[in-house]
C-alpha cells in the first residue's frame, strides 16, 4: 500500500480522501471502507467509479435547488397579482421539495379553499402533514384520497393513511390498510412504516420480517435506486438494532 501511495502522491491521497468523504455521507456498503483503506489509492479509484460517479445523477438532483427556489421566489410574487389554485398548488409542491411543509400546507389550504375538484392538493397536504407528524390533521385529507382512488400514487397514499392512523391511535384500521397497500405496493417507506406499527403492538417477529422485507429489496435494485433507497435501508438497519432478539 505505501509504493502505491507514494506512486500516486499527491493524487493517490486525495482521491482516499474524496473516497472516504463521500462514504461518509452516502454510507454504502461497510465493504468498501476496508476496500479504500487497504487498497490506498487503487481501491479508492474503484470505489469511485463503482460508487461515485454514478451517484452524480442524484448529485445533479441537489443541484436542483437553486432553480427550484428562483422559482418560488417567483411564484411568491406572482401570487401577490395572481392567487389562482394552480399557482398555490405549484408553490406548495415547490415547498414539498423544499422541506418546507409548513409553508407548503398553507398554500394547499389556498388551493383547497377555491377547487376541491383534485384530490392532488388533498393528497400533498396529508403529506405535508405526515411530515409535520401532525397525524391527525393528516387523516382526513388522506382519507378523502383513498375513498375516492384507493390506489393513488402507487397506494402511496393508502400507506401514508395506514401510518396517520397508526399514530393516532386507530390500530384495527391502519392494520387493514397497511394489510391492503402492502399486497402491491413495495414502497420502502410502507414497509418501515408498517413494521414500526407491527412493533408498537408488540409483534416483533412480524414487524422483524418486514423490515428484512425492505432490506431484501436492494438484491434485485439496480444502483440507481439503491442509492436512492439508501435512507430507508439505513433506518431499517437501525429499527432491527431495537427489536428484542428472537428466543431460540
Known amino acids: 500500500m505505501g509504493s502505491l501511495t507514494f506512486l500516486f ?6 482521491l482516499m480522501a474524496m ?4 462514504f461518509a455521507r452516502r454510507r454504502p456498503d461497510g ?32 443541484f436542483k435547488v437553486f432553480p427550484r427556489r428562483q422559482r418560488i421566489r417567483n411564484l411568491e410574487l406572482a401570487i401577490v397579482d ?50 409535520m407528524e401532525d397525524f391527525a390533521t393528516a387523516v382526513p385529507d388522506l382519507e378523502r384520497v383513498v375513498q375516492e382512488d384507493p390506489a393513488y400514487d402507487f397506494h402511496q397514499a393508502m400507506g401514508l ?3 396517520a392512523l397508526a399514530r393516532t391511535g386507530d390500530a384495527e384500521k391502519a392494520e387493514a390498510l397497511f394489510k391492503e397497500a402492502t399486497k402491491i405496493s413495495t414502497s420502502s417507506e410502507t414497509y418501515y412504516n408498517y413494521a414500526l406499527f407491527l412493533s408498537s403492538q ?26 436512492r433507497e439508501r435512507p430507508w435501508f439505513r433506518k431499517a438497519n437501525a429499527f432491527l438494532k431495537t427489536l428484542p432478539a428472537e428466543s431460540m
Open 161 to 163: 393513511l395506514a401510518h
Open 31 to 62: 465493504y468498501w471502507l476496508w476496500i479504500i483503506l487497504f487498497l490506498g489509492p487503487l481501491g479508492a479509484l474503484v470505489y469511485i467509479m463503482v460508487e461515485v460517479i454514478p451517484d452524480a445523477g442524484l448529485l445533479r438532483q441537489s
Open 202 to 227: 408488540h409483534r416483533n417477529h412480524e414487524a422483524r420480517e418486514w423490515a428484512k422485507r425492505l432490506l431484501a429489496k436492494k438484491i434485485n435494485m439496480p444502483g440507481y435506486l439503491k442509492r
Open 9 to 14: 502522491f499527491p493524487w493517490g491521497i486525495i
Open 19 to 22: 473516497a472516504i468523504i463521500h
Open 82 to 131: 395572481n392567487p389562482s389554485a394552480g399557482n398555490y398548488e405549484e408553490l406548495g409542491e415547490l415547498y414539498l421539495e423544499d422541506g418546507n411543509y409548513a409553508r407548503a400546507r398553507r398554500c394547499y389550504d389556498q388551493a383547497i379553499s377555491t377547487r376541491t375538484d383534485s384530490l392532488d392538493p388533498f393528497y400533498r397536504r396529508g403529506i405535508a402533514s405526515v411530515r
